[in-house]
């Protein structure tokens, strides 16, 4: 862990030691894998499967609010819960579908198809086909190539986006209606064309919770990492560290 993790971590216990409380809305959890840590990852990407599945009983519990798809979700200010995962790794079909289902939560993958084709440790094809049989599974989009969707221009951007959309509704043969966007990276130009191509929720990595009025393709999210103690994963859904966004700047101002 960084030393920024840990002044994070200290900026997010004042707020809760103030008691700061975050208004109702829905609070979107963004992961990326299950499992062991991934060489070389700086940024605990990878979060053990123990400390999910305690996260997962605390969000099944009922505190945070009612446990949603992303594209399921009222926005109308009722506390809610979505379970996202990105870039769509293998061991979201082995590690954690079981514990979701084992806990009647749904589930969010969000995937690229350009990963997929590379292989491991992402999903072979059909493993995405197993994962998306799945009840409570819902399949979305990562972009094309995983490229940041918000320096291309239009042309390029329609590519990624429509193209994303298409190759996992042949795959899956279904409607793809949900994404997130590559390295949290949008605009309300890169909204406007996901709009455009078909998308009615895309979340980027801007922390907070999505109160009513929220552009749903820039949909607000708070990562969890292997870092992540049991209170501080508390404290993400609970809005202890939705100061985050103050040093990430907002999509939809740009
Ligand atoms: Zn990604």
């Known amino acids: 862990m960084s030393w920024k993790h840990s002044a994070w971590r200290t900026l997010a216990r004042t707020r809760e030691a103030l008691g700061v409380r975050a208004r109702p809305g829905l609070r979107v959890l963004g992961y990326h894998c299950v499992g ?3 060489p070389g ?6 979060v053990a499967p123990a400390a999910f599945e305690r996260q997962m009983e605390l ?3 009922g505190q945070f609010g ?3 798809p992303l594209g ?3 926005l109308d200010g009722g506390a809610e819960i979505a379970v996202t995962f990105d870039d769509g790794y293998q061991d979201v ?3 954690a579908a079981p514990t979701l289902v084992r806990l009647g939560l749904p ?8 990963l997929l084709d590379a292989g491991r440790p992402h999903l072979a094809w059909d493993e995405l086909s197993e994962l998306g049989r799945i009840n409570g599974c819902e399949i979305g989009a990562h972009g094309l190539t995983h490229a940041r969707l918000d320096r291309l221009d239009d042309a390029a951007l329609a590519v990624e986006l429509s193209g994303s959309r298409q190759r996992l509704e042949d795959a899956l043969g279904r409607a793809v209606r949900v994404m997130t966007w590559p390295h949290g990276a949008a605009s309300r130009r890169a909204a406007a064309a996901a709009k455009a191509a078909g998308f009615a929720r895309a979340a980027c990595s801007l922390y907070g919770v999505n109160a009513p009025g929220r552009d749903p393709l820039l949909l607000q999210r708070v990562e969890i990492t ?18 985050f966004a103050l040093r990430q700047g907002d999509p939809a101002s740009r």
């Open 226 to 243: 292997g870092f992540d103690g049991e209170r501080d994963f508390v404290g993400k859904c609970s809005g202890a560290w939705d100061w």
């Open 72 to 74: 399921g979700a009222r």
């Open 59 to 61: 969000v099944a519990y």
């Open 107 to 114: 589930f969010t993958v969000c995937v690229t198809p350009g």
């Open 93 to 95: 079909l082995r590690t």
């Open 66 to 68: 009612r446990a949603v």
């Open 41 to 46: 990852d700086p940024y605990g990407l990878a």
């Open 36 to 38: 062991a840590p991934l």
